[in-house]
């Protein structure tokens, strides 16, 4: 019998995708604060600066949630002038039904989207539905089906506009307390990818994704295959070390030190040791304050 809720279609090979991609603050000085009203609402300011061409860009983000009436409001603000709203309502209407809208407005161009969604999970099935109202319209559609560990998914996109699916893709997997692994086949079966992640002990994990696009032109010094490994080791309960590297030769080293409760500093390199001797490197480092 299922015994757990899967995770969302975008969540199969999440493991492994966090290994590999969080934690390395490459390129950019990153900045996040994170600080709670008395009143619960939850406010987040971002800042990002490039290390290459030194652009700022920054996002001011509130959240209320209302525990009791399955009440959620997410409201955002961007330095490029977008302006998002959402509004979800969870367990409300239905156990495990959650409902969501939400809007996007440029006040500059007076562009503006909106988005309508509805999410259903139970015990081994995770399912959800998105119609965009503006742009289309379209609809994308996923639903994740799971038993005893193994996950089985797909998903859609269909624009009603020209009548036609815009992109599908499938999922595989299987999830263990220990490890799991992921199989997917995505772009409408154009980009083939196999993943996995192993916990091995309480301070050490390890992963690796393989990606092939069959739809990329073949180069006799490229291989088609990209293969990235990962490993992530904790030091002690406030640090741990990450490393990378792919079958290109470029390796990502990153450093995550807890200064003290509430304050987490990430710092990072990108090596191309196949051109040590060049400016091909690239660092970066990343501040969250959290209160």
Same mark, same amino acid.
């Given at each position: 019998m299922a015994t757990s809720v899967p995770v969302p279609f975008a969540d199969i090979g =999440?493991?492994?995708?966090?290994?590999? $991609?969080?934690?390395?603050?490459?390129? +950019?000085?990153?900045?996040?604060?994170?600080?709670?009203?008395?009143? $619960?609402?939850?406010?987040?300011?971002?800042g990002n600066q490039d290390a290459k061409n030194g652009h700022i860009t920054g996002e001011l983000k509130t959240k209320y949630v209302d525990y009791k009436n399955g009440l959620t409001i997410t409201e955002s603000w961007t330095t490029s002038n977008l302006l998002t709203t959402q509004i979800e309502l969870e367990n409300k209407v239905a156990k495990g039904l959650k409902l969501d809208i939400t809007g996007d407005f440029f006040p500059s161009e007076g562009k503006k989207n909106a988005k309508v969604g509805v999410q259903y999970k139970q015990l081994g099935v995770n399912s959800r539905a998105y119609l965009n109202l503006l742009k289309g319209p379209t609809v994308t559609t996923d639903v994740v089906v799971t038993r005893d560990g193994f996950l089985l998914g797909g998903d859609v996109a269909y624009d009603f506009t020209g009548s036609y699916i815009t992109r599908f893709a499938v999922a595989a997997g299987y999830t263990a307390p220990e490890y799991s692994v992921a199989l997917h086949a995505n772009n409408s079966f154009k980009v083939f990818s196999a993943?996995?992640? +192993?916990?091995?002990?309480?301070d050490l994990e390890a992963?690796?994704?393989?990606?092939?696009?069959?739809?990329?032109? +073949?180069s006799h010094s490229k291989a088609p295959v990209a293969l990235e490994v990962g490993a992530k080791l904790y030091l002690d309960l406030g640090s741990f070390v990450k490393a990378k590297v792919n079958n290109a030769g470029v390796l990502g080293l990153g450093y995550t030190q807890a200064l003290r409760k509430g304050i987490k500093v990430s710092? $990072? $390199? #990108?090596?191309?040791?196949? =051109?040590?001797? #060049?400016?091909? +490197?690239k660092f970066g480092v990343s501040f969250v304050f959290e209160a």
């Open positions: =999440k493991a492994t995708s966090d290994l590999l $991609g969080k934690d390395f603050p490459v390129g +950019h000085t990153k900045l996040e604060l994170k600080t709670v009203a008395p009143n $619960g609402v939850t406010f987040n300011v971002l993943s996995y992640y +192993h916990r091995i002990n309480a992963g690796a994704k393989a990606v092939w696009d069959s739809k990329a032109p +073949h710092v $990072g $390199g #990108q090596f191309d040791t196949t =051109k040590l001797d #060049q400016a091909a +490197h």
